[in-house]
C-alpha cells in the first residue's frame, strides 16, 4: 500500500444496483483498489452487492481499511449478502446513517445511484453551500450520469435559486476523482492527532456469525 500520500477517510456514496453496463462495476472496483493504493480508508454504505459491493471489494483487497454504515432494519435483510472484512456500525435509520458517514469521512466520491445516493449528495452540496464544516464531493460519471443534476443546478442558478453551482464537480475517470479530492488530507492530518476525533462516540461490539466488528452508537 502507498501512503506517500496523507491518508483520507473517503466516503463513497453509490448505488446498490449494478447498472447498465459492466462499466459502472469496473469504475467501483477501480477506485476501490485506487484508494487503497493511496493509503486511504473507505467509508460507505455497508452493501455487499451492486456498486456498494465492487467498491468495497477493490479497497478490501488493496488492504484499505473499511468502515461500513447501515440501518439496523437494511442489515437484518441483507445479512446473507457476502461483505469483505470491516468494521460495521449499526444505525437506527436512513438519517442517522447518513449523518454518521458524513461525520466519519474527509471528502466524498458519488459514483452513479438511486434515491439513496441522490440524497446523500445533496445533503453534503447543501452543508457546503450553507458554509458548513464538511470535506468536498467529487460526482465520478461513467456514461453522463450526473448530467441531468449539473443541467438542473445551472437551471436553479440561472433563476437565482442557487448561487455556487460550482460547488458539484465532475471527475471522468476513479483516478481523476481520488486526484480532486487530495487536497483534503491537509484537512485529516490535522485532526489525527486528535483524542476526541471521531472515534469518541462509538463502542465496539462483534457480530454473531461473522468475523468483523460492529459499532453500536450511543
Avoid at 465492487?54 to 481499511?65: D, F, I, L, M, Q
Avoid at 441522490?118 to 458554509?131: I, Y
Avoid at 465520478?140 to 450526473?146: A, F, G, K, Q, R
Avoid at 460550482?166 to 471522468?172: E, K, M, P, Q, T
Wanted: net charge negative.
Amino acid at each position: 500500500m502507498d501512503t506517500s500520500e496523507s491518508s483520507l477517510a473517503l466516503g463513497v456514496f453509490c448505488g446498490f444496483s449494478t447498472g447498465p453496463s459492466d462499466r459502472y462495476v469496473q469504475a467501483a472496483t477501480v477506485l476501490g483498489a485506487g484508494l487503497a493504493a493511496r493509503g486511504h480508508r473507505l467509508v460507505y454504505g455497508a452493501g455487499g452487492a451492486g456498486l456498494m459491493g465492487a467498491v468495497a471489494r477493490g479497497a478490501a483487497e488493496g488492504g484499505a481499511p473499511i468502515l461500513g454504515v447501515i440501518p439496523e432494519f437494511l442489515r437484518a435483510k441483507e445479512m446473507n449478502d457476502h461483505l469483505p472484512p470491516q468494521q460495521i456500525v449499526l444505525t437506527e435509520d436512513l438519517l442517522e446513517r447518513k449523518r454518521v458517514m458524513i461525520d466519519r469521512a474527509d471528502a466524498f466520491v458519488a459514483l452513479p445511484g438511486g434515491y439513496g445516493t441522490l440524497d446523500e449528495v445533496l445533503e453534503v452540496v447543501s452543508m457546503a453551500a450553507l458554509g458548513q464544516d464538511v470535506g468536498p464531493l467529487v460526482l465520478l460519471d461513467v456514461d453522463d450520469d450526473w448530467l441531468p443534476l449539473l443541467n438542473y443546478v445551472e437551471r436553479l442558478e440561472r433563476r437565482g435559486f442557487v448561487h455556487d453551482a460550482g460547488i458539484l464537480r465532475v471527475a471522468r475517470t476513479p483516478e481523476q476523482a481520488l486526484d480532486m479530492v487530495a487536497p483534503a488530507s491537509a484537512g485529516a492530518l490535522a485532526l489525527a492527532g486528535d483524542p476526541q476525533g471521531k472515534e469518541a462516540a462509538s463502542r465496539v461490539t462483534r457480530c454473531p456469525g461473522n468475523d468483523w466488528p460492529v459499532t453500536g452508537l450511543f
